[in-house]
């Protein structure tokens, strides 16, 4: 039997984002198949964060649509955004201080997608906290965890709306040698599970293992597109990346 083409999860078209006289994003145009892993890659300041920020309802475009599953997200808040879908980290781990672990992920499954309810979700969200690995952590305080365990529950917060796109900024950064294997480690499992994810990232290591596909931008520009093996192959990407001296 022929093989079915994967469903289109995300579509965007001519995705431009303007700060005044800087053009942040320029013409951005790509699509992310279901159960596909992208990674966004590019130098400090390509525009790649904004990108994150145009898909998640954090900002606002300039110019250009973006679909989820077909349906026009362009614009609507990043609240009305997580209840379509999209989950999603940040660069710097944002948690809520006040709360224990598992008030934490909870947050997630009330506030996004697919939304649960007592007992049910919390149920949900200990299973979370046993996937990511902390399965005593649930009453502690997050003020008391490590960085990578900060992530983790960043991470299961993110998963407990079930998502359809997960976007991953940086998850990987700041962590030392043996919190990097782990970190791979999680989303390799994510990937194995079947999610839909878009990577920014600047662990080459990571972008390798984890990627089907990668979306170089430079200057807010898009300017390779391709396996990884590809697009780290292509001399306007290693340009970019190390300069005209060095390329």
């Avoid at 998640?56 to 362009?74: D, F, Q």
């Avoid at 170089?216 to 990884?228: D, H, L, Y």
Wanted: proline share 3%; hydrophobic share 45%; net charge neutral.
């Amino acid at each position: 039997m022929p093989e079915v083409a994967a469903a289109e999860a995300l579509s965007v078209a001519g995705l431009s984002k303007r700060f005044g006289g800087l053009v942040a994003v320029d013409n951005m145009s790509f699509a992310l198949a279901e159960k596909e892993v992208l990674g966004l890659i590019g130098p400090n300041g390509s525009g790649k964060t904004t990108v994150m920020n145009l898909i998640s309802g954090a900002a606002k475009p300039s110019s250009g649509e973006i679909r989820l599953y077909g349906e026009s997200i362009t614009g609507i808040g990043a609240s009305k955004v997580a209840n379509k879908g999209v989950a999603r980290t940040f660069q710097l781990v944002r948690m809520l201080p006040g709360l224990t672990v598992l008030e934490n992920v909870t947050a997630g499954g009330v506030f996004g997608h697919a939304r649960r309810w007592g007992k049910e979700l919390e149920d949900h969200a200990r299973a979370l906290l046993r996937r990511v690995g902390l399965p005593d952590a649930a009453g502690a305080a997050v003020s008391a965890l490590t960085y990578i365990d900060q992530k983790r529950v960043e991470l299961a917060r993110a998963l407990a709306s079930d998502p359809r796109i997960l976007l991953l900024d940086e998850w990987l950064a700041g962590l030392n040698p043996t919190e990097l294997k782990i970190g791979i480690a999680l989303i390799e499992q994510l990937r194995a599970d079947g999610c839909t994810i878009v990577i920014v990232e600047h662990v080459m290591h990571a972008i390798r293992s984890l990627c089907d596909r990668c979306i170089v931008m430079n200057s807010g520009i898009k300017i390779a597109e391709g396996t990884p093996a590809e697009v780290l192959a292509d001399h306007g990407v290693i340009r970019a990346y190390l300069g005209e001296a060095d390329a």
